[in-house]
């Protein structure tokens, strides 16, 4: 049932396969993480504060230039490859690659020339365990066409550039937070992110004797064909409502009082609901910044909590495999918070665990989990990593 281990990428095994598809060596190899979101879900498309960082673990880019004006896709994670030219934007595949075609047709939409190129990934990052594999590929795409095309573009640009690649060719209406910690993430420290003016902090991340573990459900999520969108249009349909009174660019520009003052804006208790969640949330992670600065973990666990409960009641994107790992996580001992982390429908939670009591957290957890789901959970200790970065 017990499973701790990330497969950890030893460079040489991609560099070997990277000959092996296409019979050159490697010139190049970048890396982007993936992410965890420590509390703050699904306020950054409403203009909140989200509290992520970049993890240790995530997607490796080979590359080498051919002489011919098309691309080559190929994974060690997934079967799919292929080659292709400008035309495949008019018969997007289905597949993974959409995700870094999306990049490049940003760089083709910007009269940059982002063909003639051999590239293969791998990535560490567990797929559909919402930890941001889709944007570590993106971002990472990124980083390496603006360094192998000399455009000169910094990296909030290339953030802003992979956004918009998974919101307009995936069709994945995502906010900003996940290629915004892969791209700027920092060893050692969670980022502070008002994703309504892109303003951020870097803030150290003193845990003081507790670990981050990370507990992968294996309910695997493909969000696009989840109800996030969904979830999104019901958030627009609440500011929409509202701004018949006021005039207000995002719902999380109010506080909690305020929202209660234009309830009766609002005509659709669900859609309410969802507003309050994201007003709530935003509060929640404005505490609980100021909180962990002054040290106070306690407290900063109960703010954890109360975000899983919020994204279970008012939001419902949990479901009960995360419901279970999260509420079961909280009652074990050395426990300060646990809470579902990333989109919803399946994935992650992250827990905050004292850390002479991680080994028996997920000695106790796991078969937990499995008789009541049937499932195996997999846990992982998270090291906080760097950002997007070139290799050689």
């Given at each position: ?20 598809i ?45 002489d ?8 060690m ?7 292709c ?16 075609l ?21 990535g ?18 990124a ?11 910094d ?85 929409a ?83 279970t ?11 300060l918070?646990?809470r579902?982390?990333?989109?919803g429908?399946?994935?992650?939670t ?11 957290f ?8 499995h008789?009541?789901?049937?499932l ?17």
């Open positions: 049932i017990l499973n701790f281990k990330l497969i950890k990428m030893d460079t040489s095994v991609l560099e070997k396969r990277f000959e092996e296409y019979g050159t060596k490697v010139e190049h190899l970048y890396f982007a993480p993936g992410r965890v979101n420590l509390i703050g879900e699904h306020i950054d498309y409403n203009g909140g504060r989200v509290f992520p960082c970049a993890l240790s673990f995530g997607t490796y880019l080979a590359v080498a230039r051919r011919d004006r098309k691309i080559a896709f190929a994974s994670n997934q079967t799919f490859q292929v080659e030219d400008q035309s495949i934007f008019e018969n997007k595949p289905s597949e993974w690659v959409k995700y870094p999306g990049v490049v047709k940003e760089f083709s939409d910007r009269g940059l020339d982002p063909w003639g190129f051999n590239i293969l990934y791998f560490d990052i567990p797929n559909g365990a919402g930890l941001s594999s889709s944007a570590s590929i993106e971002v990472v795409t980083f390496m066409l603006n360094d192998q095309l000399n455009a000169g573009l990296v909030v640009e290339l953030v802003k550039m992979s956004q918009r690649a998974e919101n307009v060719f995936v069709g994945m209406n995502c906010g900003i937070m996940d290629q915004f910690a892969v791209g700027m993430g920092k060893k050692g420290h969670a980022i502070a992110l008002d994703c309504g003016t892109l303003d951020y902090d870097l803030i150290p991340l003193n845990l003081n004797g507790y670990k981050l573990v990370i507990t992968n459900s294996n309910k695997n999520h493909d969000l696009v064909t989840s109800e996030y969108n969904v979830r999104r249009s019901q958030c627009e349909q609440a500011l409502d509202i701004n018949q009174g006021l005039n207000l660019k995002h719902l999380c520009d109010l506080s909690e009082e305020e929202l209660e003052w234009v309830r009766h804006l609002i005509s659709d208790e669900t859609v309410y609901r969802r507003a309050r969640h994201a007003v709530s949330e935003n509060a929640r992670v404005n505490e609980a910044i100021d909180v962990l600065q002054k040290g106070d973990l306690v407290r900063f666990g109960e703010l954890m909590n109360a975000s899983h409960r919020s994204l279970k009641e008012d939001y419902e994107v949990t479901g009960v495999e995360m419901d790992l999260a509420e079961e996580g909280q009652k074990l001992p050395g426990v918070g646990s579902i982390t990333g989109g429908f399946g994935g992650c992250v827990s905050l665990v004292k850390e002479d009591s991680v080994q028996e997920i000695e106790k957890l796991a078969p937990v989990y008789d009541k789901i049937g195996n959970a997999e846990f992982y200790v998270a090291d906080i990593g760097d950002g997007v970065r070139k290799i050689y």
